[in-house]
């Protein structure tokens, strides 16, 4: 069955500072791949949407990119903010024109002032 | 512009009595509909989803079953919970073309005493 990780540990970084997440997969083959942002007790917010033929997809402060070969998508956000904190959240795409999620179980990511 | 309502929020139900989440989409037609539960320190696993009116897909077999009455109407119910129930309940809605990132509502946290 489709395996996604996520690392489970959380991420401490400074503000200011590069966070870099990482999403891996195994026995599949997406048509793409997302990006959510969850905050304690709140529903996933949407963030990015990248396609297996895309390398890479930025917005704003956000960049995406998708290795189809390494079955890896790494989540970059440059210049973070306290305000970035959060639990972000991949998912992997499945079941055609369904348009059905399998997410992973989300990196929680702690910016310091 | 599209608007998902979930409720209730909160939910505290005994074992063995019946339960019904309600979820709607306003703004658009023919939605992508989703039920998800995620449980403490896990990601979020797909129960349910449906593509039109009155067509419900089961993602697990479990205690739990969806209907669609109306186009933008999505509803969980539960004969009787199990204490395993417990968990936060998602609903969200996608495009029913095109890939598109999914929609969350703000979740029923439930806990089954």
């Known amino acids: 069955s489709q395996k996604i990780e996520q690392n489970s540990e959380a991420l401490n970084i400074q503000e200011g500072k590069t966070a870099t997440l990482t999403c891996n997969y195994t026995?599949?083959?997406?048509?793409?791949l997302q990006w959510y942002r969850q905050d304690p007790g709140r529903g996933p917010v949407f963030l990015l949407l990248?396609?297996?033929?895309?390398k890479e997809k930025r917005k704003e402060r956000l960049k995406v990119t998708f290795d189809t070969t390494l079955k890896q998508s790494l989540f970059h956000i440059t210049a973070s903010q306290p305000a970035d904190s959060a639990t972000y959240l991949c998912?992997?795409?499945?079941?055609?024109?369904?348009?059905?999620?399998?997410f992973g179980t989300g990196t929680l990511l702690a910016v310091q002032p | 512009s599209q608007t998902i309502h979930q409720w209730p929020a909160t939910l505290v139900q005994p074992v063995g009595s019946p339960l019904s989440l309600e979820c709607t989409v306003e703004?658009?037609?023919?939605?992508?509909l989703y039920w998800y539960r995620q449980a403490a320190g896990r990601g979020l696993q797909l129960l349910f989803y449906?593509?039109?009116?009155?067509?419900i897909s089961s993602e697990v077999p479990q205690n739990l079953s969806a209907s669609r009455p109306q186009d933008r109407q999505f509803i969980l119910s539960s004969k009787k919970l199990l204490l395993s129930d417990s968990g936060f309940y998602l609903c969200?809605?996608?495009?029913?073309?095109?890939?598109?990132?999914?929609?969350f509502g703000s979740g029923t946290r439930l806990t089954v005493v």
């Open positions: 990248i396609r297996e033929n895309e």
């Open positions: 703004g658009t037609s023919n939605p992508n």
């Open positions: 998912a992997l795409s499945y079941g055609g024109a369904t348009n059905k999620l399998i």
């Open positions: 449906s593509v039109g009116i009155g067509q």
């Open positions: 026995n599949y083959s997406p048509a793409y």
């Open positions: 969200a809605w996608s495009r029913d073309t095109g890939n598109y990132g999914y929609t």
